[in-house]
Antibody, heavy 121, light 107 residues
Framework: EVQLQQSGPELQRPGASVKLSCKAS????????MYWVKQRPKQSLELIGR????????DYVEKFKNKATLTADTSSNTAYMQLSSLTSEDTATYFC??????????????WGQGVMVTVSS | DIQMTQSPASLSASLGETVTIECLAS??????LAWYQQKPGKSPQLLIY???SLHTGVPSRFSGSGSGTQYSLKINSLQPEDFASYYC?????????FGSGTKLEIK
């Protein structure tokens, strides 16, 4: 059974950094891209970027290039996202999601449970 | 970036009814579109991909259609577990973008 287990909720001060984790199980970690998605309270979903765990290559949505850093550890089948210089705009739930390619397009077939990050002084 | 516009933003319906949610892409996405269901406090779940293909385990009362820039998700005979938020997603070109969402509530 495919599972993506994310780390627990975070309360951080403005200006701090935080590193979130997403531990994958039930499939070969290096065979699927991992994406990270942001969802602010009562808002839609926003893509942050993706990592290829096989070679560590990354691709970020432009607005997150100076905000998020994606890494992956193949020895523990865990993907990470570090968010830097936190502001209230970063208060959101963050999901990791496995990418599925249908042969035509890219979708997300398995998701982590999400981790709530709250930025407050 | 491809913009995805969903309508309506919210919808009230009764058990057993049939509802349709629309998604309009800012350019042709050649049927490369997904629909997700999200319940409060939970992660999104893939329902439909490639505009009309049902993901594994999804009930057949869900169906997707459309082409070009216009797509729709139809839910037949609403069940209690269907009351949730729904999002469309462009799967064609980076960055992969989501619609603004439709909240389906019980009337």
């Amino acid at each position: 059974e495919v599972q993506l287990q994310q780390s627990g909720p975070e309360l951080q001060r403005p200006g701090a950094s935080v590193k979130l984790s997403c531990k994958a199980s039930g499939y070969t970690f290096t065979e699927y891209y991992m994406y990270w998605v942001k969802q602010r309270p009562k808002q839609s979903l926003e893509l942050i970027g993706r990592i290829d765990p096989e070679d560590g290559s990354t691709d970020y949505v432009e607005k997150f290039k100076n905000k998020a850093t994606l890494t992956a550890d193949t020895s523990s089948n865990t993907a990470y996202m570090q968010l830097s210089s936190l502001t209230s705009e970063d208060t959101a739930t963050y999901f990791c999601a496995r990418a599925y390619n249908s042969g035509y397009g890219w979708y997300f077939d398995y998701w982590g449970q999400g981790v709530m990050v709250t930025v407050s002084s | 970036d491809i913009q995805m516009t969903q309508s309506p933003a919210s919808l009230s319906a009764s058990l057993g009814e049939t509802v349709t949610i629309e998604c309009l892409a800012s350019e042709d996405i050649y049927d490369i579109l997904a629909w997700y269901q999200q319940k409060p406090g939970k992660s999104p779940q893939l329902l439909i991909y490639d505009a009309s293909s049902l993901h594994t385990g999804v009930p057949s009362r869900f169906s997707g259609s459309g082409s070009g820039t216009q797509y729709s998700l139809k839910i037949n005979s609403l069940q209690p577990e269907d009351f949730a938020s729904y999002y469309c997603q462009n799967g064609l070109s980076a960055p992969l973008t989501f619609g603004s969402g439709t909240k389906l509530e019980i009337k």
